[in-house]
DNA sequence: TAGCCTGACGTTACGGGTAACTCAATGCCC
DNA sequence: GGGCATTGAGTTACCCGTAACGTCAGGCTA
């Protein structure tokens, strides 16, 4: 690498026009303290030099902030957290904060790691996804006396403050819709990379509701495998096969569900007259299919958008209510039908 | 904010320790120069006092380089950027390198501020999407003297790296197998946000295909919108209702292709019986469909690892090839017709 | 004309690490 | 026991901005 980044620093704009750096630095912030004659030298040896400011030095100096919000997520592939990601970050470069990405891969392992490494550099804050961590992870940032938000699972007891929404009532209304839809053999397919999770919390709420209704979950397949549509269509292969007479499926997210879809419409089933299918997330593909799929609506872009918005109040010292429902609205669509006993 | 982040210093430790700051750090690098018995006693200190060093001194101080690099993508609504993103941070995060994220939203305005102000920040280098960029933005690449790889679009004459496909290529070989297909008529669904990017790159070889090989494009439709499902419904919807007779349709990519498919086969129209389809990207959804997507392989993943692994040699002082065609593979699929006659 | 104020700057110190240097104590050889 | 390397430390300077304070000339007041 360029052996000394012949970056320009104040002091050599400060030597070019014949003033300490003192004053370059008053010029460039603006705050008054310098002739007009003085700013306009300045000024054209800024452009002139193209001097950029190191914004490690005014921080790491302790008179500013820095505008780093670590974000963490547990990976790209799932449009859940893509869609979370671009509301926050969105939010953030409005206001001028820089998101530093972090792919947990689902391993609390990975997220400690990562966030040792991100408190290094003393950011802001964090806006961390899920509420289950390593006791390690917990004790740093408690002493990094940053604000951190806890996004997807709300967490009643956060650690500072917490958006997300209910995955335990949100899988439970699922599997009381199913069930008030007269389903009584239903099966599950998910992926699981470790139980503590949002994913496998809402199984919790659905098969309560399931078995509390009457009926039974009948198979619940969890794949070690990424949360998207050519899982959801093997899963459902696999289920099959060894559970025919399951009547329907109700998968970790759209994507799955939508696999699935393909796998038993190319058994030449038909859904949901053969079969019932239900998704969660209410992902964009879901626009464009021909039957409304069954499915659960939980406002992604928002909740990341209001993560960054608590982010931001905390940091600039205006009142954050620490817990926030942002809420999720079931949608019965047509994949499933209703019967009429019941 | 926490008026004074309690944070640990080196100093603090070295005096709960009872040596000097130095010794500490010493320690704390394991490069000897230190007794046993010191060690043991500063490891204590450490885990005591919950230490987390301050890389922004190292940095700032000169020392070390930053282990920053920023990646710009268009938006994270597009699955294509965000498994290149998701090759990138991959293999970043191997080595110890962070990922700070910066979307552009397809305007070069966004991508100079972003530029910016990550500058800034001492990044070790910089990842950036596309090959367009403001003049002021391409000043301050050039005087940052960092290592920067183009991704994406390939370019032949690259600022530093560039890593990606030829996409007039890419374009041109779709439109010359649609024309070969025995398709006349051929209409094109996209969107602009601009027109220098990669996918009206594209759209210019595809149309030089289709028109030099005696078939025309009936209708560009370049939707202000994202490039997604829904996109490709309405876009197909447009199309049609003003050209009924468009017997094929190429879109920017699969997302939109199955959302116009969906949109067809609403109609009653069945493929590629009465309407040849033809996506691009072979996007993971394209696994689960009765009939193979037609379209155009690129490994996105292995882009953003390519990307990833160029930064990293760059910043070990390996040798690099400046510019690295990854490639592309046309996939025939089934849900365009052949003609027996041409 | 001394005294005070103000505008326009310069000077100094600081933050948290690390390189480079210094220094004292110890061990070892002849 | 004196000379010399080795070990285990401490000391100093520096990185780049900014806060806090100092300085100095000129204008105004009493």
Not at 224 to 230: E, K
Request: glycine content about 12%; charged content about 20%.
């Amino acid at each position: 690498m360029a052996e000394k980044t012949n970056k320009v620093s104040l002091s050599e704009v400060a030597g070019a026009a014949g003033v300490s750096k003192m004053t370059v630095s008053r010029v460039l912030r603006g705050g008054g303290g310098y002739s007009e004659q003085t700013r306009a030298r300045v000024m054209e040896k800024v452009d002139e030099l193209g001097y950029l400011p190191n914004r490690l030095a005014t921080v790491f100096a302790g008179d500013t902030q820095s505008t780093f919000i670590g974000v963490s997520i547990p990976d790209l592939g799932n449009e859940v957290f893509t869609q979370v990601l671009e509301g926050i970050d969105d939010k953030l470069g409005t206001f001028g904060y820089q998101t530093v990405l972090g792919l947990t891969q689902h391993t609390q392992k990975a997220e400690e790691d990562w966030i040792r490494t991100v408190l290094s550099w003393q950011p802001a804050g964090l806006i961390l996804t899920g509420r289950y961590r390593s006791a390690r992870a917990t004790e740093m940032l408690k002493n990094a006396g940053i604000p951190v938000v806890e996004i997807w699972d709300l967490n009643s007891s956060p650690l500072d403050m917490s958006v997300g929404i209910n995955h335990f009532d949100s899988g439970f209304d699922m599997g009381r819709y199913l069930v008030g839809c007269g389903y009584e053999k239903i099966g599950y397919v998910g992926t699981s990379h470790n139980t503590a999770n949002a994913a496998s919390t809402r199984l919790d709420g659905f098969c309560r509701a399931v078995e509390g209704g009457g009926s039974r979950v009948a198979k619940q397949l969890c794949l070690h495998d990424a949360a998207t549509y050519y899982t959801g269509f093997y899963g459902t292969e696999q289920l099959l096969a060894a559970n025919a007479d399951i009547t329907c499926i109700h998968y970790q997210n759209d994507a799955m569900a939508f696999g699935g879809m393909q796998y038993v419409t190319s058994l030449g089933m038909s859904v949901p007259d053969d079969i019932g299918i239900a998704g969660w997330g209410d992902l964009p593909i879901a626009s464009v299919l021909p039957k409304r799929l069954t499915s659960c609506h939980v406002p992604h872009l928002r909740l990341g958008q209001s993560a960054a918005e608590m982010m931001l109040a905390r940091l600039s010292d205006e009142p954050v209510q620490s817990c926030v429902d942002i809420g999720f609205r079931l949608i019965p669509g047509s994949t499933v039908r209703r019967l009429k006993n019941r």
